[in-house]
């Protein structure tokens, strides 16, 4: 028999949480309810009018969830009436209850009796700071919360009210937060604008993630929104939803608070508390600031570092945990870039090591950059915050020019495929071409070896450039000849189905060839567009057809290079925004604020952790 759950919803008001507590209602064998603890009333309990009259009678008070006598017997023993209206919910022959309680309805002594219980999960729901403020304040105008629009209402919002609400509202949700981590219950999350303000079978799929993480799972009766629960404004865009958003929005900008006050609290938060340090932890292991990787550091005074995971590893991480704090009382934030999609990597062993590192040093925490929500939902799933960074945004575009002049010494070509020569990279999908273009790393190791051989007698009419141009011997390309080899063809191939991002799609795009990809995990799709790219099947016919399809669509180099670079410039801002945001809520608002500009290239750049962190010094 499973036994019975209860399912906390924590948060704010005016963050969603009448959708979010509508759909728990959908919850097959669940009772759902709203504000238990609302101050006038139990809200939800008329919904479930057996439950009501289960609980009114061993309260021995009125069956009317706002009836001063029930309201009375709950606030004088607010555990006693949890457990008394789970005992109803129970008897009745529900599997669950749920109910959602907001900030400041509850003391943290009560908070702490209620995470005591066997079998209780947390969803926390929270929403951009600013779009909330916005929501509560229309709602204090027209004196109501549900079931009506106000998209026409625009009231005037004062920058300092709204300022000081945000900073009180984020102390009373961290509190929750350190309380539920202590707790070590199951946890799930929510962000109204990225979670429940989406089509509905894309929320049903977010509220059941949460939901899982929690520990429930769920079985939907039905998915459909209850007629009641309308959208409050229509507007996207919170600047249009009051009467001064340009003046708000630029007054924000020059505090550096934008990506604040835009913002949701407890976003990138862990889910998990971390580990405590060992007693004695053992010496730190020097070797590993050997390790080459994809490093940089931005700041060194808060320290702000750009590293990589590889091979599901953050060697990093692994050297930071000491005995003691590897950068002494300086706090920091490192991010961490995958080198391999993390789809399908097993990331337990590497949250225990970033919980170890943190754990080590106090102040110092990890933020992994994800290509895909998939990903973001596996790091979530493990307690490893993380913002959306393709590390494709990082290319340099002033490398890659549409207009480079054509090497002499190479024929014309229809496509190109700039690939290392390892099996996974699927160049034989290529075989439906006459005579592709193939750039590739020297083939030192002995399957690249052996896959090169294989590829130069299965395609007698192919170009394998580095050795051409070698006359024989393997010849390294410099970005210029690169550039010069691009010239000589129109199309460009990426034919792995998972890998990393892919590094040479988007240089292939930025120098103005168009894309002809297979289906594939890693990030790489995300720069493309309709325009500049065809998914095909991994097929050598499907292959074939979708690059004479590019070819007829003619395309020009600075059409597919302008399109890339908006594309490009679009992930930039939204990696900006979230990093920022992470960072201010870590170091402060007046933490650096990150750049572009010294982040471009850094994933090509293979430095070794020791003389990065020695640059930290």
């Known amino acids: 028999m499973t036994e019975f759950r209860e399912i906390l919803v924590l948060g704010l008001g005016r963050s969603g949480s009448n959708?979010?507590?509508?759909?728990?209602?959908n919850l097959r064998g669940n009772a759902g309810f709203f504000e238990i603890y609302f101050e006038t009333q139990s809200q939800g309990l008329k919904h479930l009018p057996e439950v009501l009259e289960h609980l009114a009678q061993s309260l021995g008070v009125p069956a009317a969830q706002d009836s001063p006598e029930l309201v009375a017997a709950r606030d004088a023993d607010p555990v006693g009436y949890f457990e008394k209206l789970s005992s109803a919910a129970r008897a009745l022959g529900y599997q669950s209850m749920s109910c959602k309680i907001f900030a400041r309805q509850i003391?943290?002594?009560?908070?702490?009796?209620?995470?005591?219980?066997?079998?209780?999960?947390?969803?926390?729901?929270?929403?951009?700071?600013?779009?909330?403020?916005?929501?509560?304040?229309?709602?204090?105008?027209?004196?109501?919360?549900?079931?009506?629009?106000?998209?026409?209402?625009?009231p005037a919002l004062s920058l300092m009210q709204f300022l000081t609400m945000s900073f009180k509202n984020d102390r009373e949700l961290e509190a929750m937060h350190e309380t539920v981590l202590a707790s070590g219950v199951p946890i799930g999350r929510l962000i109204y604008e990225t979670d429940l303000d989406?089509?509905?079978?894309?929320?049903?799929?977010?509220?059941?993630?949460?939901?899982?993480?929690?520990?429930?799972?769920?079985?939907?009766?039905?998915?459909?929104?209850?007629?009641?629960?309308?959208?409050?404004?229509?507007?996207?865009?919170?600047?249009?939803?009051?009467?001064?958003?340009?003046?708000?929005?630029?007054?924000?900008?020059?505090?550096?608070?934008?990506?604040?006050?835009?913002?949701?609290?407890?976003?990138?938060?862990?889910?998990?508390?971390p580990a405590k340090a060992?007693?004695?932890?053992?010496?730190?292991?020097?070797?590993?600031?050997?390790?080459?990787?994809?490093?940089?550091?931005?700041?060194?005074?808060?320290?702000?570092?750009?590293?990589?995971?590889?091979?599901?590893?953050?060697?990093?991480?692994?050297?930071?945990?000491?005995?003691?704090?590897?950068?002494?009382?300086?706090h920091g934030v490192h991010f961490l870039k995958p080198t391999w999609t993390m789809e399908t990597t097993d990331l337990r062993p590497l949250a225990e090591t970033l919980r170890r590192a943190e754990a080590c040093n106090p102040g110092n925490n990890f933020v992994a950059m994800h290509v895909s929500d998939r990903e973001a939902q596996k790091y979530r799933e493990v307690g490893i915050p993380s913002v959306p960074g393709n590390p494709n945004i990082f290319t340099n575009e002033a490398h890659f020019v549409g207009e480079a002049v054509a090497h002499?010494?190479?024929?014309?070509?229809?496509?190109?495929?700039?690939?290392?020569?390892?099996?996974?990279?699927?160049?034989?999908?290529?075989?439906?071409?006459?005579?592709?273009?193939?750039?590739?790393?020297?083939?030192?190791?002995?399957?690249?070896?052996?896959?090169?051989?294989?590829?130069?007698?299965?395609?007698?009419?192919?170009?394998?450039?580095?050795?051409?141009?070698?006359?024989?011997?393997?010849?390294?390309?410099?970005?210029?000849?690169?550039?010069?080899?691009?010239?000589?063809?129109?199309?460009?191939?990426?034919?792995?189905?998972e890998e990393g991002c892919m590094r040479a799609s988007v240089?292939?795009?930025?120098?103005?060839?168009?894309?002809?990809?297979?289906?594939?995990?890693?990030?790489?799709?995300?720069?493309?567009?309709s325009d500049t790219a065809l998914i095909v099947e991994p097929t050598p016919d499907a292959v074939r057809a979708g690059v004479e399809a590019m070819l007829a669509r003619g395309l020009g180099r600075d059409?597919?290079?302008r399109l890339t670079l908006d594309r490009v410039r679009q992930e930039r801002q939204r990696f900006l925004e979230a990093a920022n945001?992470?960072?201010?809520?870590?170091?402060?608002?007046?933490?650096?604020?990150?750049?572009?500009?010294?982040?471009?290239?850094?994933?090509?750049?293979?430095?070794?952790?020791?003389?990065?962190i020695e640059g930290l010094a």
């Open 507 to 529: 240089e292939c795009l930025l120098a103005g060839l168009p894309m002809v990809s297979v289906p594939s995990i890693g990030g790489r799709d995300l720069l493309f567009t």
């Open 278 to 330: 060992a007693q004695a932890a053992p010496p730190r292991d020097d070797s590993l600031l050997d390790q080459g990787g994809y490093n940089i550091a931005v700041s060194a005074d808060p320290v702000i570092t750009f590293t990589a995971i590889q091979y599901g590893r953050s060697f990093m991480a692994e050297w930071m945990a000491g005995p003691d704090p590897a950068f002494g009382r300086r």
């Open 107 to 154: 003391t943290n002594e009560t908070l702490e009796a209620l995470l005591k219980r066997p079998n209780i999960s947390v969803v926390f729901l929270s929403r951009g700071r600013i779009e909330r403020y916005i929501s509560a304040l229309k709602g204090q105008i027209t004196g109501q919360y549900t079931g009506k629009d106000t998209t026409d209402l625009r």
């Open 408 to 497: 002499p010494d190479l024929p014309e070509s229809d496509a190109i495929y700039v690939a290392r020569l390892a099996p996974w990279k699927q160049h034989e999908l290529a075989s439906g071409l006459r005579d592709p273009l193939f750039i590739y790393g020297d083939p030192v190791d002995p399957s690249e070896a052996e896959q090169f051989e294989r590829l130069r007698g299965q395609f007698p009419l192919g170009s394998f450039i580095n050795h051409r141009l070698g006359k024989g011997r393997y010849h390294y390309l410099g970005r210029q000849e690169l550039a010069s080899v691009m010239a000589r063809t129109r199309v460009a191939l990426a034919l792995s189905s």
């Open 19 to 25: 959708l979010l507590a509508s759909i728990l209602r």
């Open 198 to 273: 989406i089509e509905e079978s894309l929320r049903i799929e977010r509220v059941t993630d949460a939901l899982r993480a929690a520990a429930v799972e769920p079985d939907f009766a039905r998915t459909a929104t209850d007629k009641w629960v309308v959208k409050q404004d229509a507007n996207r865009d919170w600047r249009d939803k009051i009467a001064n958003g340009f003046e708000i929005s630029a007054a924000l900008a020059g505090l550096g608070l934008l990506a604040y006050a835009e913002g949701a609290p407890l976003d990138d938060r862990p889910l998990r508390k």
């Open 581 to 612: 945001r992470h960072v201010a809520s870590k170091l402060g608002p007046f933490a650096p604020r990150l750049k572009m500009e010294p982040l471009l290239d850094f994933t090509i750049r293979y430095v070794p952790l020791r003389k990065m």
């Open 559 to 561: 059409e597919v290079r």
